[in-house]
């Protein structure tokens, strides 16, 4: 046998390996895709499945917030306008599955534009950001990573994608996403935790 034919054999013993696992992988969070009105709800109501938008009182300050469409696909965007009150993010919560991974893989598609930091005397960590928390039963948090984390405009779409530790302790994964201490628009689409 020649190599390229043994080549050829390995491909075509192994693609089925490869595509299995690449249809078993289920994403956690599916109201990731942004795909219906009740994907977002505003605080101080939460429901399952669903990101819950804060402050509750968002209107009063300056925040507004849009499911929209772009070429076929959902996203969720959020813009902030008065320095006052700079700061809005959404949150959700997902409980881990059993038996628990070692580590989850968070993708997403995320786009900034008009960011400008409202107070230039805040601290460091002021930003657009996404983070993923690890928590116990008990609600505490036992890890959190900045799994995004942009100071600077971007008008096109960047694809993200990063991997978190599980901590032993966790039953559940927190992650909230939005604009700290900066007036703009953050816009999220195709959000997926899988679970390795």
Not at 166 to 184: D, M
Request: hydrophobic share 40%; proline share 6%; charged share 20%.
């Amino acid at each position: 046998m020649t190599s390229k034919y043994i080549c050829r054999l390995a491909v075509l013993i192994l693609l089925p390996l490869f595509h299995a696992s690449a249809q078993d992988a289920v994403n956690l969070l599916p109201e990731g895709s942004f795909s219906s009105s009740d994907s977002v709800i505003v605080a101080p109501k939460t429901q399952d499945g669903s990101w819950t938008l804060s402050p509750g009182d968002y209107s009063n300050h300056g925040i507004t917030y849009t499911l929209g469409e772009e070429e076929g696909r959902n996203f969720f965007s959020l813009t902030t306008t008065t320095a006052a009150a700079p700061s809005a993010w959404i949150a959700t919560s997902l409980m881990l599955p059993d038996p628990k991974p070692v580590q989850v893989r968070v993708s997403f598609r995320v786009r900034t534009r008009d960011l400008a930091l409202a107070d230039p005397a805040g601290p460091e960590w002021l930003s657009a950001q996404v983070q993923v928390a690890n928590l116990n039963d008990a609600g505490e948090q036992k890890s959190n990573a900045i799994v995004y984390r942009s100071r600077e405009s971007s008008s096109e779409w960047s694809e993200v994608e990063q991997v978190v530790p599980v901590s032993p302790e966790a039953t559940k994964l927190f992650i909230q996403t939005g604009l700290w201490g900066y007036t703009g628009t953050f816009e999220i689409a195709d959000f997926k935790i899988i679970a390795e």
